[in-house]
């Protein structure tokens, strides 16, 4: 009896502890009216005849199936089956039709369209309604479908709550099916127009149609913007074949187109066009040849493409239009737009992919992450298998591998590393200083030319170092490329970063050399000639040659390098397609464009070509030469590397040297829009002083005193930031512990609840361990809380034994039994078994259970110890008379019944419930049986009816999942008991009705010595 | 655009436009995508919302999808009926989260489904090494399996359960920011 009821305690621990995480989930488990039925035959086969381990099993393995299952149609998200109990999911369905709303357009409010957030809600509040009997699902249900009520109507709080934006962002974020987002939107909808009517109704309306036609002003822009949106198809196909990385240079080359687009048109519509209404007929002194479309000079050198063609006149066609200003301020403008553009892209692709990232997690990464959904080509989805698999089995020998390397080894690639270093960086300064000297040979065989039109082979001269530098560009990379294959690197990101860096550090310095000459020698030259448009064109050539070498650079880097690969050396197979190479092309040519602006305002227009003809180009010889890049490095790092290089070392350079010259350098006297100032800043000096004249901009002098030109006011803000930037690395700092914290405290909740499941499992595994104990060595239990519970029922043994012994005796010595004096002997070993029993309940209750099911057990066990009672007296006075069985089972019956009442108090899972549903069915139905037989013919059936209610009760407790320790124990016992049962049986049909306490004592002895076995069974 | 009017109402295309990341035009080329799959079995008239579903084998076939190890999983997820017939709803919502407008957390709950392939809302090990398999081919040894599977776990699973849940997944991707551009399908 024990086990009996301490089983519902080790079904808690153990449901708790193996599905601790599930069960909350699992609640809504449709109620199993009989989810043992199936299993029933097995039970049976197993418990009569084997009494093998399996069928414990293979109950076991039900339940936990069932779980799953159940579990299973819960979670399927959005498409969920439908629940397989269909009488359950019909009313579940029937309930819903009144939770219509009348605006609600669609059926079904719950068990399918409902969203996974209310759906997580509500599967853990249905952790709280564990009592899954019968009557309490209707009730569980209800507080689901009123849970779920509550979030959405929660969720459109919310919603109505929120502006129309937010709104119509929220709700296309939720989780949940697209039928579910209609009807919520809708909802929301018909919610709004509700509360505008209690508003003036024209009002109303017209806040209606004004949000309406803003939405779907909104959506017509947004439809323009895509149909402005270049290459769609193209970029899907790229993306297709060659995934994301590769589709990284196509996105930054658009993104430079565009920015060159803008600037085209500000600069084509605010200094060009009205230059050109001005003064239409800016004639050149020279015939086109041809040759300028390559050096940018000649036919060229006069025309609006440059600096020296602008005029610093003010227009008067009614309105003034200062064209010095515009010159300025269009130029400025532009230059800081690009910056904030820059800035702020560069700024969200940080946040995005540089917050959190944490090299650590490779393998996570490459296995969830790396996937590209975008991929559709077969050839590059089964090359991707191939290196993904490659790349995880590298992986795994990198980790073998990495521990491995010895000190000599690590000074080894030390060495090649600096080694590496300095002879690129001798290789970067060589370079600049080739430049410098080359260009100063170059200035000084100009000045020779004199003023005029110079002749064709002069002109072709122009363009030897453009050529050189972007020789050098091509050139120097690949041996850069050539050093990064001899260096050992631990990982292909920082070779990629190594290669990056040495790149940047190339054309940085080709770069600053250049500029230090245009802005030190070019610009110090002759006052006749226009310096600036001299830059103008150098840079204009820089920009084509550039140009002609991309396209020299995609013929040989790729096609040739393909027929090598695929003709000649066919293990190199076709080349990949190198993005940082190709994308620091762009850069650098994107950097010539912003240098040049002031120098030619037109420049933009070659390189918008430049960019468009380079997409096709590429497109071309990527699709024809290459294959999909082997290793799919982190691409959205990537591109924030490159939009950061092109911000910091590009653009900021750029910025300055266009600023150095606007403020610092003479501009030409004889040409351009700033002739005759000393510097091209002037002219907003002379702006401001013209202001002062007219009235009602004195505002405008004022911030142009005390702000633009006042040092003070730039030291303050320099200050400012400063100090800004600091707070803010401080709360980065914070922010950084804070994770830190929060990331340990997670690993540890982690470790407590694996130390809790631990604790549980033990405890668990080690009840059984004592009630096997219990007998022989009660004291010297590990844990003191369980010594005294074992010790208490060693008492009872030994009571009850002593009572059944004396009990013996007197049946040996008296030939005319004494029934009564038996029966109270019995009556006395159960009391104190039971005493002893509920001890245990105690003691059990007390390591950890809540105390409200202690005394809903106690108080079951006392119904019980009465019923046990009753039984007893009844069984001797049926031995004596047969007078009234059926009392008797009816007193067990109601035993149960209260019992289960109580222990349905108690039960603290769900599951448990389940288990005591099924074991109080079985009992009822024993007891039912009982009754029946009884009833039928009480004399001899009635001990067949005890086997029976023990079979079944068997069966019941077969249906505990209980450690094998504790299935052992049972099992011994339910044999002894059986035994007795039997042997009970055996003997009162052969004392029929007279045969009263005989039979009894007989029957007694029986149970006495299967008691005794089953104690040896201890 | 004139027959645009004939296959939605004015308010079907709003319902679509507020539910999805996509404008007009691209809800129109995806019903003609759609419908291409299944002409006959489409109609053109879309106003009285006709109850149609495209089996898994038809939506599978699409080229987006054709050679997506994962094909059956994001089909079974995005279906109401999660077997992966999908009707032009489920169609529309499928490629409103995987294209470039919607915002991560809505990604990561998607891809999550994906990867639980027994819907116990958790990626468990055998869910690991399902991915895995159709990653590659099922070229891996049992015991590279092994160590993969464990590696990941290791790595991602925070709380020791040994299993991943929502929010171990959710924390992985915000330090994988790739995973926006690469579970992305253009239409």
């Known amino acids: ?1018 | 655009m004139g027959n645009k009017q004939s296959i939605f109402t004015a308010q079907q295309l709003d319902a679509y436009q507020d539910c999805t990341y996509f404008t007009r035009k691209e809800i129109l080329r995806l019903f003609y995508r759609y419908r291409d799959l299944a002409p006959q079995l489409v109609p053109l008239d879309y106003t009285k919302q006709p109850d149609v579903k495209l089996p898994y084998e038809l939506i599978g076939s699409m080229p987006e999808l054709k050679d997506n190890p994962f094909r059956q999983r994001i089909a079974e997820v995005f279906s109401e009926d999660g077997e992966g017939n999908m009707s032009l709803d489920d169609f529309l919502d499928m490629f409103s989260v995987l294209s470039e407008m919607a915002p991560r957390d809505l990604k990561a709950y998607y891809a999550f489904k994906i990867y639980d392939f027994n819907n116990d809302d958790f990626i468990c090990k055998s869910d690991l090494e399902k991915t895995l398999n159709k990653l590659t081919r099922s070229e891996l040894t049992e015991d590279e399996v092994k160590m993969v599977c464990e590696k990941v776990m290791d790595e991602a699973d925070l709380d020791n359960d040994g299993r991943l849940s929502l929010e171990d997944f959710q924390h992985m991707i915000v330090r994988a920011p790739d995973f926006l551009s690469t579970f992305h399908i253009r239409i």
């Not at chain 1, 050396?569 to 762009?586: M, S, T």
């Open chain 1, 1 to 1018: 009896m024990t086990s009996y009821s301490s089983r519902g305690f080790f079904n808690a621990a153990y449901h708790d502890s193996e599905t601790l995480e599930m069960d909350r989930r699992s609640g809504t488990k449709p109620p199993h009216t009989n989810p043992y039925a199936r299993e029933e035959p097995v039970r049976w086969g197993g418990r009569l005849g084997g009494r093998d381990e399996a069928a414990w099993g293979a109950t076991d393995g039900g339940l936990q199936d069932e779980s799953r299952r159940g579990r299973d149609h819960i979670t399927t998200g959005a498409g969920a089956p439908p629940f397989p109990h269909q009488p359950y999911h019909n009313r579940f369905q029937a309930d819903n039709r009144y939770n219509q709303r009348p605006q609600a357009r669609l059926p079904s409010l719950v068990s399918d369209n409902m969203t996974m957030r209310l759906r997580g809600i509500a599967m853990r509040r249905m952790s709280m309604f564990p009592h899954a009997s019968p009557a309490d699902v209707d009730l569980t249900e209800n507080a689901i479908r009123e849970e779920m009520e509550n979030d959405e109507q929660n969720l459109m709080k919310e919603l109505v709550s929120m502006s129309t934006l937010e709104q119509t962002r929220a709700i296309r974020e939720l989780t949940m099916s697209f039928e579910a987002k209609k009807r919520i939107r809708n909802k929301v909808l018909a919610f709004r127009s509700v509360k505008k009517s209690h508003e003036f109704t024209w009002f109303a309306e017209l806040s209606e149609n004004t949000s309406l036609f803003f939405r779907r002003c909104g959506y017509t822009m947004r439809s323009a913007r895509q149909a402005l949106e270049l290459w769609h198809g193209i970029m899907k196909e790229i993306g297709g074949k060659f995934g994301s990385s590769v589709l990284t240079y196509f996105m930054f080359l658009k993104w430079l187109l565009l920015f060159n687009i803008f600037s085209f048109v500000v600069n084509f519509s605010f200094i060009t066009v009205p230059l050109l209404v001005y003064d239409p007929n800016i004639t050149s002194s020279v015939s086109f040849r041809g040759l300028e479309l390559l050096t940018g000079a000649g036919y060229f050198t006069h025309t609006v493409m440059y600096y020296g063609a602008y005029s610093n006149e003010t227009l008067k066609h009614g309105v003034e239009y200062n064209l010095q200003l515009a010159y300025f301020f269009t130029i400025a403008v532009y230059m800081v737009l690009c910056g904030i553009a820059l800035i702020f892209s560069m700024a969200s692709s940080f946040k995005k992919n540089f917050v959190l990232v944490d090299p650590a997690s490779t393998s996570a990464w490459q296995l969830l992450c790396s996937w590209d959904f975008s991929v559709t080509s077969e050839k590059t989805v089964t090359q991707r298998k191939n290196n993904l698999r490659v790349q995880l089995k590298e992986s795994l020998s990198e980790k073998a591998q990495q521990e491995l390397l010895t000190v000599p080894e690590k000074l080894k690639h030390f060495g090649i590393h600096f080694c590496s270093w300095l002879v690129s960086t001798a290789l970067v300064v060589g370079c600049a200083a080739s430049i410098f000297f080359l260009c100063q040979y170059e200035g000084k065989l100009f000045s020779q030319w004199g003023p005029g039109a110079a002749s064709l082979q002069q002109e072709a001269e122009t363009l030897l170092v453009p050529f050189m530098v972007s020789l050098m560009n091509l050139v120097i990379p690949l041996f850069f490329s050539l050093f990064n294959k001899l260096e050992h690197y631990s990982n292909n990101r920082s070779q990629i970063y190594t290669l990056v860096v040495r790149n940047v550090f190339l054309r940085m310095s080709i770069l600053g050399v250049l500029c230090y000459y245009w802005m030190n020698e070019v610009s110090l030259r002759s006052p006749s000639q226009c310096w600036e448009s001299m830059v103008g064109q150098a840079l204009y050539r820089l920009v084509i040659v550039d140009f002609f070498f991309q396209m020299l650079g995609s013929f040989f880097g790729e096609f040739l390098r393909n027929v090598i690969g695929t003709k000649l050396h066919r293990r190199l197979g076709p080349p990949e397609f190198d993005v940082a190479r190709n994308v620091l092309d762009l850069i650098y040519a994107q950097t010539l464009a912003w240098i040049g602006i002031y120098f030619s305002p037109l420049l933009p227009s070659i390189q918008i070509l430049k960019f468009f003809i380079l997409f096709y180009l590429k497109k071309v010889s990527l699709t024809q030469n290459c294959q999909p890049p082997r290793r799919t490095g982190r691409a959205a790092q990537m591109q924030t590397i490159f939009i950061f290089l092109l911000f910091f070392p590009f653009f900021v350079g750029a910025i300055s040297i266009v600023g150095y010259t606007s403020w610092s350098l003479n501009p030409s006297q004889n040409c351009g829009p700033f002739r005759g100032l000393n510097q091209a800043f002037s002219v907003v000096e002379i702006w401001i002083e013209g202001l002062h004249i007219l009235p009602g901009s004195g505002w405008a002098v004022w911030i142009y005193k005390n702000i633009i030109r006042s040092e003070i006011f730039y030291f303050l803000i320099t200050l400012i930031i400063l100090g800004v930037t600091y707070v803010f690395y401080q709360l980065i700092q914070g922010r950084k512990e804070l994770i830190g914290l929060l990331k340990q405290r997670i690993i540890n909740e982690g470790k407590d609840k694996s130390f809790l499941l631990d604790k549980i499992q033990n405890l668990q595994s080690s009840r059984p361990k004592k009630d096997t104990r219990q007998s022989k060595d009660g004291r010297s239990s590990h844990q003191p809380s369980l010594g005294g519970h074992s010790d208490a029922v060693r008492q009872a043994l030994l009571a009850r034994q002593q009572a059944e012994q004396e009990e013996a005796t007197y049946s040996d010595g008296v030939s005319v039994p004494a029934d009564i004096s038996t029966s109270s002997a019995l009556m006395q070993a159960m009391l104190a078994r039971q005493r002893a029993e509920r001890e245990t309940e105690d003691l059990y209750q007390r390591v950890e259970d809540p105390p409200s099911s202690f005394t809903a057990l106690s108080l079951a066990m006392e119904a019980r110890q009465r019923a046990e009672g009753e039984m007893l007296q009844d069984n001797s006075r049926e031995g004596d008379f047969y007078e009234n069985p059926t009392t008797a089972s009816s007193a067990v019956s109601q035993a149960i019944q209260a019992r289960l009442r109580a222990e349905e108090e108690a039960s603290a899972s769900s599951a448990m419930m389940q288990v005591m549903k099924a074991r109080q069915q079985a009992e009822q139905e024993a007891g039912m049986q009982w009754t029946d037989v009884q009833l039928q013919n009480p004399a001899v059936s009635s001990s067949s009816a005890v086997a029976q209610a023990m079979q079944a009760r068997l069966r019941a407790e077969e249906e505990l999942p209980a450690s094998s320790v504790m299935m052992q124990v049972m099992q011994a016992r339910q044999q002894a008991e059986q035994e007795a049962g039997m042997e009970w049986a055996h003997v009162q049909p052969q004392n029929p009705a007279a045969a009263g306490s005989s039979a009894l004592i007989q029957a007694m002895l029986a149970r006495q010595q299967a008691q005794n076995e089953y104690d040896d069974g201890y």
